[in-house]
C-alpha cells in the first residue's frame, strides 16, 4: 500500500496546475473536482498512516547512502595512487601491509586525539597494516604551525623525524607557539630554526594544498577522517568498528 501512496505523491508533484494546462493547451487528465477530490483522498491517508511518510524516508536515506558509497568508490579508483601511495605522506604501521589505512588528522582536533590511541592499538594488535597520514589542518592558525612543522621536519629529516613528531604534537596539551615547536624540536634532536625558515615554503604548503583539494573531493569535511579500499569512514569510530572496517576490506579485497 505505501508503495501505491508513493505513487500517488509522485504523481501529485508531476501533475500539472489546470492554468498551466489551459496555457499549453494539454488537456487536463482530471477535473478540478477530480483532482481535489484525488488530493483529498492521500492526505487522509497519510494522516491516517503517518508511518508511510517515515518510511518513504528510510527508502530515501537509503538510496542517498548508495548513491555516496558508489560514488567514494569511484573517487578513489580514479585516484588510488594519490590516496594510498603518494610520496609526500608519511607511512607508518606495516609498510608491506595487505591493506592501507589513510587518515585525514588535524593534530588540534579533538576526536584525532581521541583515536589516536585506538589507530595505534588496531596496527600494532593487527600487524598487517600499512598507515598513510595526510596532514589536513582544518581548525586555524594552530593546526596550520603543527602541519606545517612536522611536514618541514620529514622534507628536511625524514620519515623517522616526521613519526616522532607526530606522536608529540597530537599528545601536545599547549599550544604550539615558536616557543612550544623550538623546545619540540630540540627535545627530538633537530635544530628549530631551519624547519621554520621551511614551513612556509612552496614545498610544504604543496603538500597541504593537495590534501585539501583530495577532501573535497572526497566530500572530506571534518576530522578525522578514514579511506581504506574503496570505503571512507568519516568520523570518529571506537577500536571495535574500525576492526570492522578492516575485516570488511579484507573480506573484498
Same mark, same amino acid.
Given at each position: 500500500?505505501?508503495?501505491?501512496?508513493?505513487? /500517488?505523491?509522485?504523481? /501529485? $508533484?508531476?501533475?500539472?496546475?489546470?492554468?498551466?494546462?489551459?496555457?499549453?493547451?494539454?488537456?487536463?487528465?482530471?477535473?478540478?473536482?477530480?483532482?481535489?477530490?484525488?488530493?483529498?483522498?492521500?492526505?487522509?491517508?497519510?494522516?491516517? %498512516?503517518?508511518?508511510?511518510?517515515?518510511?518513504?524516508?528510510?527508502?530515501?536515506?537509503?538510496?542517498?547512502?548508495?548513491?555516496?558509497?558508489?560514488?567514494?568508490?569511484?573517487?578513489?579508483?580514479? %585516484?588510488?595512487?594519490?590516496?594510498?601511495?603518494?610520496?609526500?605522506?608519511?607511512?607508518?604501521?606495516?609498510?608491506?601491509?595487505?591493506?592501507?589505512?589513510?587518515?585525514?588528522?588535524?593534530?588540534?582536533?579533538?576526536?584525532?586525539?581521541?583515536?589516536?590511541?585506538?589507530?595505534?592499538?588496531?596496527?600494532?594488535?593487527?600487524? %598487517?597494516?600499512?598507515?598513510? $597520514?595526510?596532514?589536513?589542518?582544518? /581548525?586555524?592558525?594552530?593546526?596550520?604551525?603543527?602541519?606545517?612543522?612536522?611536514?618541514?621536519?620529514?622534507?628536511?629529516?625524514?620519515?623517522?623525524?616526521?613519526?616522532?613528531?607526530?606522536?608529540?604534537?597530537?599528545? /601536545?596539551?599547549?599550544?604550539?607557539?615558536?616557543?612550544?615547536?623550538?623546545?619540540?624540536?630540540?627535545?627530538?634532536?633537530?635544530?628549530?630554526?631551519?624547519?621554520?625558515?621551511?614551513?612556509?615554503?612552496?614545498?610544504?604548503?604543496?603538500?597541504?594544498?593537495?590534501?585539501?583539494?583530495?577532501?573535497?573531493?572526497?566530500?572530506?569535511?571534518?576530522?578525522?577522517?578514514?579511506?581504506?579500499?574503496?570505503?571512507?569512514?568519516?568520523?570518529?569510530?571506537?577500536?571495535?568498528?574500525?576492526?570492522?572496517?578492516?575485516?570488511?576490506?579484507?573480506?573484498?579485497?
Amino acid at each position: 500500500m505505501s508503495r501505491l501512496v508513493l505513487g /500517488l505523491m509522485a504523481g /501529485l $508533484v508531476s501533475v500539472p496546475t489546470f492554468a498551466e494546462e489551459t496555457a499549453t493547451g494539454t488537456a487536463p487528465a482530471m477535473t478540478e473536482a477530480e483532482r481535489k477530490a484525488f488530493r483529498d483522498e492521500v492526505r487522509a491517508y497519510l494522516l491516517e %498512516n503517518p508511518e508511510v511518510l517515515v518510511e518513504a524516508m528510510d527508502v530515501l536515506q537509503q538510496r542517498e547512502e548508495l548513491a555516496g558509497l558508489e560514488r567514494d568508490t569511484k573517487i578513489i579508483a580514479a %585516484n588510488s595512487a594519490r590516496i594510498f601511495a603518494n610520496p609526500n605522506d608519511w607511512v607508518g604501521g606495516n609498510p608491506e601491509g595487505d591493506i592501507t589505512l589513510v587518515e585525514f588528522m588535524d593534530y588540534r582536533c579533538g576526536y584525532c586525539r581521541k583515536a589516536y590511541a585506538e589507530v595505534e592499538e588496531l596496527i600494532a594488535s593487527d600487524g %598487517n597494516i600499512r598507515f598513510v $597520514v595526510k596532514e589536513f589542518p582544518i /581548525l586555524g592558525e594552530a593546526s596550520m604551525m603543527s602541519a606545517q612543522f612536522a611536514i618541514a621536519l620529514r622534507q628536511l629529516h625524514g620519515d623517522e623525524a616526521y613519526e616522532k613528531a607526530h606522536h608529540a604534537l597530537i599528545a /601536545l596539551r599547549g599550544e604550539p607557539t615558536v616557543e612550544t615547536l623550538t623546545r619540540l624540536a630540540g627535545d627530538l634532536g633537530y635544530e628549530a630554526q631551519p624547519v621554520f625558515d621551511r614551513m612556509n615554503s612552496p614545498e610544504v604548503m604543496a603538500v597541504i594544498q593537495d590534501n585539501y583539494a583530495l577532501a573535497e573531493m572526497m566530500d572530506i569535511s571534518g576530522t578525522p577522517a578514514f579511506i581504506m579500499g574503496d570505503g571512507v569512514m568519516r568520523g570518529y569510530a571506537p577500536l571495535d568498528v574500525m576492526r570492522d572496517f578492516v575485516a570488511d576490506m579484507r573480506a573484498d579485497g
